[in-house]
């Protein structure tokens, strides 16, 4: 099984309402290559219950981990993935399409799957041959409606 092991790339990027935290700043509990309210009552829900592709996917080489790569990919579905997100480091906006990250992005949609990449404010699409890029955006707003239905997910 991966294990974050000091990477901590979802604390930049990833928004989290229940901190106040905006998404691509660092959290202000991100200490020294982890969470500092790790394993505390006061660490939010959703922080608890986030799993990033890297960590979901044992299979995974060292490379793609999210630090290593530049891209916290994400699974996105309630009870199996449907869709994936894939959120890039500001500081390394090509990431995506490059190394690692372009090698997961085309193994993913080889497997079926499609990617929504979220770069700074650009929004990029990348579908499986047999799919159109608004499918991919139609299966992403679905499984996201899910996933705020969830109880799992819910961060208030």
């Known amino acids: 099984m991966n ?40 660490r939010p829900q959703m922080c608890k219950a986030y799993q990033c592709a890297w960590l979901w996917n044992s299979n995974w080489p060292p490379s793609l981990r999210p630090d290593r790569c530049g891209v916290v990919f994400e699974p996105v579905g309630k009870d199996k993935p449907e869709v994936f997100i894939g959120t890039v480091d500001p500081e390394r906006p090509t990431a995506w399409s490059e190394g ?4 997961a992005a085309e193994r993913i949609t080889r497997e079926g799957f499609g990617i929504v990449l979220r770069s700074g404010k650009d929004i990029i699409v990348l579908a499986p041959k047999w799919k159109s890029r608004d499918a991919v955006l139609h299966e992403y707003k679905i499984a996201m409606r899910k996933l705020w239905r969830s109880p799992r997910t819910h961060t208030t």
Not at 12 to 38: F, M, S, T
Not at 100 to 103: R, Y
Request: aromatic content about 2%; glycine content about 12%; overall charge negative.
């Open 100 to 103: 690692a990250a372009a090698q």
């Open 3 to 42: 294990s974050c092991d000091g990477c901590t790339l979802c604390c930049k990027l990833l928004e989290v309402k229940a901190l106040n935290k905006p998404e691509g700043r660092d959290c202000e509990h991100c200490k020294d290559g982890g969470c500092a309210i790790y394993g505390q009552p006061e």
